[in-house]
Structures are given as structure tokens and as C-alpha cells.
């Protein structure tokens, strides 16, 4: 299983026998839940191209989609506040 941070508007991951990877929350277009043998996977896109695939038990799948998704809308809203 992958752990899974989210900090400070970027996304880390370090992925068990897969590379690391650090990703801008905001360069998130798009998220797809994809079930697999372990549970699910959540899967990023950036303009229709596959980041990331971050595979988890169904709770965590949850909980991560719903943090990206409050973190974006938290951004959207400073930005329109400027």
C-alpha cells in the first residue's frame, strides 16, 4: 500500500516498490476510483493525462478524495477573494 500526505497544497506519495512523487493539488483536473484486487484506486489526472495512481483500502480512498477536493475548493476561493 502507498502512504499518502497531504501538506501544504502538494500531494506525497511514497509508493511501495514504485517511485515517489510530489503533486500540486491544484494541477489536479480530474480523480476516478478504479477497484482492484487490494480494495481501490484512486486515479489523477492532469488535462486527461494519468499522474498518479494511489492504491488504498476503501476508507482511505475516501478520505483522500474528499481532503483533495476540500483543498481545492479552499484554494479556488482565496483566489477569487484577490
Known sequence: MDKTIVKDGWLYRN???RKNCKIR????T????KKNL???ALILYKNQKKIAKISARNRNVDWLQVK???IKKDKK????KK
Open 30 to 33: 480530474q480523480m476516478k476510483r
Open 77 to 80: 476561493k482565496l483566489e477569487r
Open 68 to 70: 483533495i477536493a476540500e
Open 25 to 28: 493539488l491544484t494541477d489536479i
Open 38 to 40: 487490494f480494495g481501490e
Open 15 to 17: 509508493g511501495f516498490l
